[in-house]
């Protein structure tokens, strides 16, 4: 089902009314799929960058606090989500 609107009943029974076929949405699920494993990779990557910045190899005050304080920022769609 492609649920393009809310998840209100209208808009459920409008999209299990407008059903497509597997063959048509493939390529979508296949972006997605990508977009997943990117957003694992990019997890390690981050925690690599934390933890380099945490024993002082990127400088004296990166990552030297508490919480949010003590994370190195290395967003890929930071600005799009938050917008």
Do not use: C, H, P
């Not at 380099?52 to 989500?81: E, F, N, P």
Request: charged share 20%; no cysteine; aromatic share 8%.
């Amino acid at each position: 089902m492609w649920l393009t609107g809310s998840m209100e009943a209208a808009d459920v029974q409008a999209a299990a009314k407008r059903l497509r076929n597997a063959g048509e949405t493939i390529s979508f699920w296949r972006a997605q799929q990508a977009r997943a494993n990117a957003d694992g990779f990019w997890q390690y990557l981050v925690r690599a960058y934390t933890a380099t910045a945490r024993m002082g190899l990127m400088g004296s005050d990166l990552a030297k606090g508490k919480g949010k304080a003590g994370l190195v920022s290395a967003g890929r769609v930071q600005s799009a989500t938050l917008g």
